[in-house]
């Protein structure tokens, strides 16, 4: 019969012997007033029974014993798991070894450690379970094959060596199969694996991280992060950036594998470590250590915005977000050609045909395909111009240009006043970038702007006011008027007290008495107004009465008579804005001017729909797209991708559209920002949206930009440079820690050399390359990691399964399988006659005694 616990084998010399334990009822015969000592009898009697047999305990065993070695898995992916593991199974193992027998222990992760060597007898558990002092094994890395090598040399040849493997299979380096296979003599293998309990409920298995990054840019940085619990998963993120924490980002973790999203925006250039780290509720096993990636930040984005405009949105939304914008007229274009290089996205903002070389689009192509960006946007002046058909420009683009259809008909004139706040305080500073006057400036410019959307046949005056009105024009059509009108406005000086109620009321009777239906007011303020706000009440009512439509702008930081600005525009279907940015108001007006226009028109807006958002999109929702009033007409070409568009009848027009071109990225927006699109600049996602596609669009870096690199390998350091650029190299690196380095090519635009390990943190160095010297950071991790290590779903099943039978061993053997012997081996006999014979004299003195005690 065989003993449970791995204790062998009972075994009986006599077994007909047993035969008579069927009389062993008859002892118990007349045992009403004696049954205790009748049971005494009956036990002694059956154990003299069994010693007659002739029992015997017999276990195989090794001739010379039994060598144990117990690898310990310490590595990331497993944690503290097989430590608690090894220690409960040890504490059977080791009271069952015999004399003879022999048990050693190892540590590993992506190195190992004897933690005691076999030798003969019973050590403490302490000296064969390793503590939390395991960082020197590299436990970012697991190499299962390493261990069993160290492992199976420990024991001497004349003993029976078996491996306990207390692992989760997770295997980095090396391959443990190949090494049980070349194994000799063969060792057999036993894997033990912590029960999912005991294994990290979640983990961080991966940092995605671009490696070169523009400066003031929210960059996309993405942590893979895998959950093992079967509901969600409460957690928070811990990031560092050069050894300094962020603040935690809390998570809700869905069972299985997830990315989430932590943007960051680096403002400063230079060489970065990031590490990430999950961290679990109290009491839970604790998560792996921490990810980490290196990133280096260049300078900030350069974009050449091409327009035929001063003050293009585009290039104020780009430079708002941190980027390096430039802007040119169309002819420029061709004087920058030679130096597109130095550019990461070039943007041709409604431009037409006539400005531009052909030569200067020919080398604009020529760097799209060698990996530049280009984005182009506008209505029918850029998308309609047959000047560009058969250009290169037309190559590039991810739609064909197609001639735009004029509007279907003529809208009617409208009527409007421009009301401009003269005070003084137009003069105030505003802001520490914008100096005395510029407010007033700003105003002025706004003014011009409206002027520049209308056309010829408009009315159109102007009314300055501080604590009077101020007629700068009266009510004529523009085609007659323009000229004084826009010299008017720019020689306006601020000065004087504030009340527009006088110069409302003036323009609310000019256009009533110009009969036109559609009759506007633009009013512009920044400060308080002499008079109470009921005193303006008959005045709205007027307005409201004569459908005199008035937006009002309150600029300024400032909440004086919002309410007051917001009841005139709502009372009289305007519209109430207050802008703090001054530079924001050109824009807004425009906006404002090209409702109405479209209204005169009886243009209905139309919204866009997202068809495929992705990066350039991501946070912003389709019903907060502004929509649109007209757009230039496009059609895809294979191979482009829509990213927005906008439903025209029976056809949907492409409104952001994208695609590779060759080794470049290009974008059309067929909108004209000043025009149908005129409220998208206006719109608080403008920058965001803009900056997401400058992102999406622009290559990892300039011809010039590198990636310097620092990896831990075994005892020394792998610096590894990536270049942007075809540079032959070698390079040589100067590191004060260690010298010079060369740095020799190791694959395209690949540069290494192994030094001796650097401490952990930031090391400056110079690179020279070419004559030029370079200064730089070699940012040192603590410690080193491929990556693999965190990337495992579950234990490795298959592959332990795999090794212990290919060795004689068995996945999740008892104690006693291990002690087991195998063929070459004697048995161990221990005889229990003996045993029984003492046990049945006590039973009989017990039975003798309690005969006396009952009488």
């Known amino acids: 019969m065989t003993l449970p616990f791995g204790a062998g084998e009972l075994r009986v010399a006599s077994p007909l012997a047993l035969a008579a334990l069927l009389a062993l009822p008859l002892f118990l015969l007349d045992a009403s007033r004696f049954r205790l000592a009748a049971l005494c009898r009956t036990l002694a009697a059956a154990l003299v029974i069994l010693a007659l047999a002739g029992p015997s305990r017999e276990r195989t065993h090794p001739e010379a014993g039994a060598c144990v ?91 029976q060596a078996a491996l306990v493997l207390f692992t989760d299979g997770n295997e980095t380096e090396g391959s443990l199969l190949a090494e049980a296979a070349l194994a000799e003599p063969r060792v057999p293998i036993f894997p033990i694996v912590p029960p999912p309990a005991r294994l990290p409920m979640g983990a961080v298995r991966r940092l995605i991280v671009p490696p070169l990054a523009p400066a003031h840019a929210v960059l996309p940085l993405e942590a893979v992060v895998e959950s093992r619990a079967a509901a969600p998963l409460a957690a928070a993120l811990a990031l560092t950036v050069n050894g300094e924490s962020l603040l935690p980002v809390p998570l809700d973790l869905p069972p299985g594998v997830s990315a989430v999203r932590l943007p960051y925006r680096f403002a400063n250039a230079g060489a970065y470590l990031l590490e990430a780290k999950l961290l679990l509720a109290p009491g839970a096993p604790p998560a792996p250590g921490a990810v980490a990636a290196a990133i280096t930040v260049t300078g900030p984005l350069r974009v050449l915005v091409v327009s035929e405009r001063a003050q293009p949105v585009v290039a104020l939304a780009l430079a708002k977000r941190g980027m390096d914008v430039e802007v040119t007229a169309p002819p420029g274009l061709a004087a920058r050609t030679p130096r597109l290089a130095d550019y990461h996205l070039v943007v041709l903002e409604d431009v037409a045909r006539a400005g531009i070389p052909e030569r200067a689009l020919d080398a604009l192509a020529g760097w799209v395909a060698g990996g530049g960006a280009l984005i182009a946007a506008g209505g029918a002046h850029l998308f309609g111009d047959g000047g560009f058909a058969g250009t290169a420009l037309a190559r590039v683009l991810p739609v064909e ?33 914008l100096p005395y006057g510029a407010k007033m400036e700003y105003a002025k410019r706004a003014a011009l702007a409206v002027v520049d959307q209308l056309g010829p046949h408009d009315l159109v005056g102007a009314i300055a006011f501080d604590s009077e009105p101020y007629e700068l024009s009266p009510l004529l059509p523009l085609a007659e008027g323009r000229a004084a009108l826009t010299a008017k406005i720019r020689q306006l000086q601020y000065g004087g007290g504030t009340d527009f109620k006088e110069a409302l009321d003036r323009a609310r009777r000019s256009l009533v008495a110009a009969g036109r239906r559609v009759r506007h007011v633009i009013l512009l303020t920044d400060g308080d107004t002499n008079r109470s706000a009921p005193d303006h009440d008959d005045l709205i009512a007027d307005l409201a009465r004569d459908d005199v439509t008035v937006t009002t702008i309150r600029i300024g930081d400032d909440t004086v008579h919002l309410d007051l600005l917001n009841r005139i525009s709502r009372a009289t279907g305007g519209a109430f804005h207050h802008v703090e940015d001054v530079q924001a108001l050109p824009q807004l007006m425009i906006s404002d001017t090209q409702h109405l226009m479209d209204a005169a028109a009886n243009r209905r807006d139309a919204p866009p729909r997202v068809a495929a958002g992705g990066a350039i999109l991501a946070g912003i929702a389709e019903d907060e797209l502004p929509k649109v009033s007209g757009w230039a007409i496009t059609r895809l070409k294979p191979g482009a991708e829509v990213r927005l568009w906008v439903e025209a009848g029976e056809r949907q027009d492409p409104l952001l559209a994208t695609w590779q071109y060759e080794l470049g990225r290009t974008a059309v927006l067929p909108i004209d920002f000043q025009a149908g699109g005129a409220a998208w600049p206006t719109w608080r996602g403008f920058a965001k949206l803009w900056s997401q596609l400058a992102m999406w669009a622009a290559p990892r870096g300039l011809a010039a930009d590198r990636h310097l690199e620092a990896r831990r390998l075994g005892e020394g350091m792998l610096l590894r440079l990536t270049t942007v650029g075809d540079d032959p190299g070698p390079f040589l690196l100067r590191v004060a820690e260690v010298g010079e380095v060369v740095l020799r090519p190791t694959g395209r635009r690949t540069f290494s050399a192994i030094v001796p390990a650097l401490e952990a943190g930031a090391h400056a160095a110079v690179l020279v390359a070419g004559g030029h010297q370079e200064p730089v950071e070699v940012v040192a991790p603590m410690r080193s990691a491929s990556g693999r290590e965190l990337r495992a779903a579950a234990p490795n099943l298959a592959l332990l399964e795999k090794v212990a039978r290919l060795s004689g061993g068995r996945v999740g053997a008892a104690a006693g399988d291990i002690l087991a012997a195998r063929p070459g081996v004697a048995r161990e006999r221990l005889p229990l006659g003996a045993w029984a014979v003492t046990l049945a004299l006590a039973l009989i003195l017990a039975d003798v005694a309690a005969r006396r005690l009952l009488r």
């Open 69 to 159: 070695v117990a690898a310990i898995d310490v590595s990331a992916s497993v944690g503290s798991a097989a430590r608690e593991t090894a220690r409960e199974f040890l504490a059977q193992l080791v009271p069952a070894l015999g004399a003879r027998d022999a048990i050693g222990a190892v540590a590993f992760a992506g190195r190992s450690r004897v933690l005691a060597h076999p030798v003969a007898g019973r050590p403490p558990l302490d000296a064969l379970v390793p503590g939390d002092d395991v960082d020197e094994l590299e436990p970012d890395e697991t190499a299962l094959a390493a261990a069993l090598a160290h492992a199976a040399a420990l024991c001497p040849d004349d003993r």
């Open 401 to 433: 240009l197609q001639s735009q259809r004029p509007e279907p008909r003529e809208r009617e004139p409208i009527a409007l006043y421009v009301l401009l706040d003269r005070s003084n305080s137009m003069g105030f500073a505003s802001g520490p970038n």
